[in-house]
């Protein structure tokens, strides 16, 4: 049985940064694409960014880009969300997911789709304060 858990969330002020880890486990030999959602109050779950198996291809929501940053340490299926320069509207459940089973991430169109991943983390919260 797969488990993802991610971990880091906590209150920032704006302008401050957080990092996000999450790793999934119980899977061995296997090496996951891995990509984080976010879900506000209100709204539906949205994609934030996503890395391949191998590490070599990232992709990012233009909301996020060039604020967030995403990277992983392949041999444990871990991945970590790096997010600076935070804003009030980045306030949100930040969901961890892992794809074992799906397409491989050739495009964004394909990292960025919930359906592509077969696991789910439980979420952590990020709360942004103006």
């Known amino acids: 049985q797969v488990q993802v858990v991610e971990s880091g969330g906590g209150v920032v002020q704006a302008g401050g940064a957080l990092r996000l880890s999450c790793t999934a486990s119980?899977?061995?030999?296997?090496?996951?694409?891995m990509g984080w959602f976010r879900q506000a109050p209100g709204q539906d779950r949205e994609f934030v960014a996503a890395?391949?198996?191998?590490?070599?291809?990232?992709y990012y929501a233009n909301s996020i880009k060039g604020r967030f940053t995403i990277s992983r340490l392949n041999a444990k299926n871990t991945v970590y969300l790096q997010m600076d320069n935070l804003r009030p509207e980045d306030t949100a459940v930040y969901y961890c997911?892992?794809?074992?089973?799906?397409?491989?991430?050739?495009?964004?169109?394909?990292?960025?789709?919930?359906?592509?991943?077969?696991?789910w983390g439980q979420g952590t919260q990020v709360t942004v304060s103006s």
């Open positions: 890395i391949t198996w191998s590490g070599s291809d990232t």
């Open positions: 997911a892992a794809a074992f089973y799906g397409p491989a991430l050739t495009d964004y169109r394909v990292a960025s789709q919930a359906r592509t991943y077969d696991y």
């Open positions: 119980g899977r061995t030999g296997s090496t996951a694409s």
